[in-house]
């Protein structure tokens, strides 16, 4: 009987995983261009609360109103502490979102942000509207799901404070660069081969056809480089990443 507990357990927080995958899935297509660190997070968040009791369907850029606010400190090294005296856990996802698991309840947010421009201004004392999600932790209810927005407060005693993050996206140039269809740089490929590595690099004709754009979301994302790159390497862009001074091919050499 203990065992087949276990094994019950096991997969009923397997499906919580599947169920918060699929609804982030159906609602962002990809990471957003928020920049927020452990320091921009930290300290006291007011959320405001919508009405409960949806499945994991539920979508929260629809318009909903608050029914009532709850209070949580996040402190060092990743504990959350609500006014009740309730302690849990938060975890930090990547640079984009948190999570917090207090009181039996579950809160999921993306970071804010805006657009200026060809510049995004990171908001991390905000959640990302339409993009918070609450529903129940222990034990799982897949019908007690609502939406919250929230802020954190102004905190003297926060680890630090900084300055808006602002990240360059979607200048003109780079929207062009996106959209242009992939070619083989046979010349970059030799040139590789001629550096003396201990791999060899080569070109896959599965990738013509696909735009620069397709290639970096199926290696994961734009890269960032350093000023002192992009420039150098423009004329491959994305064809070519630096690793430790040498070239590579971002047609996915491979080690033969």
Known sequence: LTHFLKLWRACV????????????????????????MYDDLVGTWTLQLGPSGFDSSLNCTKPWSPVSSYTVTLSYPNKATDAAGNTGVFTIIYNQGVEVDIAGRRYFWFSNYQAQGGKVVSLCSQTFAG??????????????????????????????????????????????????????????????????????????????????????????????????????????????????????????????
């Open 13 to 36: 927080s397997l499906l919580v995983l599947v169920a918060l995958c699929l609804t982030f899935a159906a609602t962002v297509r990809a990471d957003t261009p928020v920049n927020c």
């Open 131 to 256: 993009q918070a999600w609450v529903h129940n932790s222990e034990p799982y209810n897949p019908s007690n799901w609502g939406c919250f927005s929230g802020v954190r407060q102004q905190n003297k005693n926060m680890l630090a404070t900084h300055a808006p993050s602002v990240i360059t996206i979607d200048a003109p140039s780079d929207v062009q660069r996106r959209n242009t269809l992939y070619q083989h740089d046979h010349d970059l490929v030799e040139r590789i081969n001629k550096s003396g590595t201990t791999w060899t690099a080569t070109v896959y004709d599965e990738h013509l056809g696909m735009t620069i754009g397709q290639l970096e979301q199926r290696a994961g994302g734009a890269k960032k480089y350093g000023s002192d790159f992009s420039n150098a390497w423009a004329e491959h862009m994305p064809a070519t990443a630096v690793r430790d001074n040498v070239e590579e091919s971002s047609a996915r050499p491979v080690v033969q």
